[in-house]
């Protein structure tokens, strides 16, 4: 699987789900799927060499775990309050997408902060995003897995609140998200992303189970409301 146009795929994907996401292309689908987006550092929010990982903010080590209330927490003392609501709801989404998506490993290094260069930071849009070609055994549905940052399903359903995203919002952003996602394989085949039947087989099975398990968390919120 070219891991190039799978980026160039899942990054349109997250940004049709209302994520911030970068604006990623390929500067030559056909040929060579060389992937180019904009440095974080050149961001209008930020300035040029101002960007810090969320894990040295929260001074943590590659096998430390963490946990939502930590980043949230972390997010109260770095982001002012005045975006600290858009940042949190931001923070959800994405992590939200990472899951459906099977984004593998520590999710953690995925979330970056940019200076709004008033002292403070601001979260920067989501970057390397990635759907993973997976055997279907492989597939995680509801539980952690290894050290770092990986919330189940339900967690990110139980906290939705201190996120600031009440159920029936929860409902509506999740019910975008399978929308987006349902769309893969009519993206995958356009001219930007440009994968071949081979490369698109190979993502049947891990969108088929983002789908699915996306359904599944938008029947639980809608329970919940």
Same mark, same amino acid.
């Given at each position: 699987?070219?891991?190039? /146009?799978?980026?160039?795929?899942?990054?349109?994907?997250?940004?049709?789900?209302g $994520? @911030?996401? =970068? !604006?990623?292309?390929?500067?030559?689908? $056909?040929?060579t799927?060389?992937l180019?987006?904009? /440095? *974080?550092?050149? +961001?209008p929010?930020?300035?040029?060499?101002?960007?810090?990982?969320?894990?040295?903010l +929260?001074? #943590?080590?590659?096998? !430390? &775990?963490? !946990?939502?209330?930590?980043?949230? @927490?972390?997010?109260? #003392?770095?982001v002012? %309050?005045?975006?600290?609501?858009? !940042?949190?709801?931001?923070?959800?989404?994405?992590?939200?997408?990472?899951? *459906?998506?099977?984004h593998p490993g520590?999710?953690?290094p995925?979330?970056?902060f940019?200076?709004?260069?008033?002292? /403070?930071?601001?979260?920067a849009?989501?970057?390397? *995003?990635?759907?993973q070609?997976?055997?279907v055994?492989?597939? $995680?549905?509801?539980?952690? &897995?290894?050290?770092? +940052?990986?919330?189940?399903?339900?967690?990110? +359903?139980?906290?939705? @609140?201190?996120?600031?995203?009440?159920? %029936?919002?929860?409902y509506?952003? =999740?019910?975008?998200?399978?929308?987006?996602?349902?769309?893969?394989?009519?993206?995958?085949?356009?001219?930007?992303?440009?994968?071949?039947?081979?490369? $698109?087989?190979r *993502?049947?099975?891990?969108?088929?189970? %983002?789908?699915?398990?996306?359904?599944?968390?938008?029947?639980?919120?809608?329970?919940?409301?």
């Amino acid at each position: 699987l070219s891991l190039n /146009r799978a980026e160039a795929l899942t990054m349109r994907m997250a940004r049709m789900a209302g $994520i @911030d996401a =970068l !604006d990623v292309r390929l500067l030559d689908p $056909i040929r060579t799927p060389i992937l180019v987006a904009t /440095r *974080l550092g050149h +961001l209008p929010c930020g300035f040029e060499g101002e960007v810090l990982s969320a894990r040295r903010l +929260l001074c #943590v080590k590659p096998n !430390d &775990a963490v !946990d939502l209330p930590a980043l949230l @927490d972390l997010m109260r #003392v770095h982001v002012h %309050a005045d975006h600290f609501a858009d !940042d949190a709801r931001q923070l959800w989404l994405r992590l939200v997408f990472m899951r *459906l998506i099977h984004h593998p490993g520590d999710y953690l290094p995925k979330f970056d902060f940019v200076s709004d260069g008033e002292g /403070r930071m601001r979260l920067a849009p989501a970057c390397g *995003l990635r759907v993973q070609a997976v055997p279907v055994s492989d597939l $995680i549905d509801d539980r952690e &897995a290894g050290p770092g +940052l990986r919330p189940p399903a339900s967690a990110l +359903l139980t906290f939705a @609140d201190a996120f600031g995203v009440e159920m %029936a919002q929860a409902y509506e952003y =999740l019910r975008r998200q399978v929308t987006a996602l349902s769309q893969w394989k009519s993206l995958a085949s356009q001219i930007f992303v440009n994968m071949s039947t081979w490369d $698109i087989g190979r *993502l049947e099975a891990p969108m088929s189970n %983002a789908w699915l398990m996306g359904t599944r968390m938008q029947q639980s919120a809608y329970r919940l409301t």
